[in-house]
C-alpha cells in the first residue's frame, strides 16, 4: 500500500541501515519472531496517547492499528480514486472492497453533478451547430 513519501523515505532509510533483505521482519519480537499482540497494543496505546489530545485520545479515531487501513481506504474513496487500483493496494476484490466501504463514500455527489452539467452542455453545444449558407 502506497504511503506518503517522507514516511516512505524513513522506512527506506531505516531498511538501509539495519541491512534488511526482503522477508525480514522490521520490527521482531525477543527471539526474533514476530511481535506479540500485547506489545504491539501496548506501543500503540502509548503514541496515541502521546500524539492525540485528550478528546482525541477517548474517541475511537485509531483506537486499534487496523482502523488506520479503513481510514486511509476511505479517504482514497472519497477522493475519487479508482475503486480498482484502491482494492489492489489493499489486497482486495473491487467487490470486497465496495461491499465494505460503499457506504461510507461521501461528498463526492457536488463534483459528480458538475461533470454531468458540463458533459450535457458539450454534447448541447455539438448539436447547435450553424446552419449551412
Known amino acids: 500500500m502506497p504511503g506518503p513519501p517522507p514516511l516512505t523515505r524513513r522506512l527506506r532509510e531505516y531498511i538501509r541501515a539495519e541491512g534488511l533483505s ?9 527471539y526474533g519472531g514476530i511481535l506479540s499482540g500485547s506489545v504491539t497494543r501496548r506501543a500503540w496505546r502509548g503514541a496515541r496517547q502521546a500524539e492525540l489530545t485528550g478528546c482525541g485520545y477517548q474517541s475511537p479515531l485509531g483506537r486499534r492499528i487496523y482502523d488506520i487501513r479503513h481510514t486511509r481506504l476511505t479517504e482514497w ?16 476484490s473491487v ?5 465494505f466501504y460503499a457506504g461510507c463514500i461521501e461528498g463526492q455527489l ?13 454534447e448541447e453545444d455539438l448539436l447547435e451547430l450553424p446552419e449551412p449558407d
Open 22 to 30: 526482503p522477508g525480514d521482519r522490521m520490527f521482531s519480537g525477543k
Open 77 to 92: 474513496l472519497n477522493q475519487g480514486l479508482p475503486p480498482a487500483q484502491i482494492a489492489y493496494w489493499a489486497g482486495n
Open 95 to 99: 467487490a470486497v472492497l465496495l461491499a
Open 110 to 122: 457536488p463534483d459528480l453533478k458538475r461533470r454531468m452539467e458540463a458533459e450535457m452542455e458539450a
